[in-house]
């Protein structure tokens, strides 16, 4: 695999609803650096599997990841619950996670040469994709936080569904990514805690500029 040098490398790890996204898109923007949610690439999958069934295969797969752009996974269509559900199932695949994985190396470690890094934001990016990032951050908040915020991202989608089914939803893909044996979500001793439970999008911004900075020393 090819690697430029001197890139920036930022990981960051965190549960479901924690702004781990969010955050990621406003340090790419600030530091010019390619972002990648390594989840959409799953939906995307799960997308094929679910819309074109008759050519899902390893061999179908692995062309379309090949020549995957990373625009393409800002479709809204990635954004539905029964993709989710699709995308956690074939996550499990061994087959598949090295597919995705592959493709998460190349946009870590060789980005187009217009940015000057990369950011990749997902479950397992400090402890097996990029364990030598230059900054390491695990965001979380507490659980009420998280569904809360996640209620109220639905609803602004007119979703009808309740607080409760949110908070049952969060608290089963919690279960899922603590406790699945491929990659499991966990902070490893050199990321970052930085919890946003009281924090407003720009100060939890702010607050992860001082530490890239002061790890870049910019």
Do not use: W
Request: charged share 30%.
């Amino acid at each position: 695999m090819l690697k430029r040098k001197n890139i920036i490398k930022i990981a960051i790890d965190s549960p479901a609803a924690a702004g781990a996204g969010t955050q990621a898109k406003l340090i790419s923007k600030h530091y010019n650096l390619l972002q990648l949610d390594t989840g959409r690439i799953y939906r995307y999958i799960a997308n094929i599997k679910i819309n074109k069934p008759s050519k899902y295969s390893l061999k179908y797969l692995k062309k379309k990841i090949n020549n995957l752009k990373v625009s393409s996974l800002n479709n809204k269509k990635l954004l539905t619950d029964e993709i989710a559900t699709t995308a956690s199932i074939i996550a499990k695949d061994k087959r598949i996670r090295k597919l995705v994985h592959d493709f998460q190396l190349k946009c870590a470690y060789n980005p187009p040469k217009k940015y000057a890094g990369s950011c990749l934001d997902g479950r397992d990016i400090c402890s097996v994709i990029v364990p030598d990032a230059d900054v390491k951050l695990f965001i979380t908040a507490n659980l009420k936080t998280r569904v809360f915020r996640r209620y109220k991202e639905l609803k602004a989608k007119n979703k009808n569904i309740s607080y409760q089914e949110v908070l049952k939803s969060v608290k089963k893909r919690d279960k899922s990514d603590i406790n699945r044996k491929i990659s499991p979500l966990k902070k490893t001793k050199d990321s970052v805690l930085l919890n946003t439970s009281n924090l407003s999008i720009r100060r939890c911004f702010l607050k992860i500029k001082k530490i890239i900075d002061r790890k870049l020393i910019i």
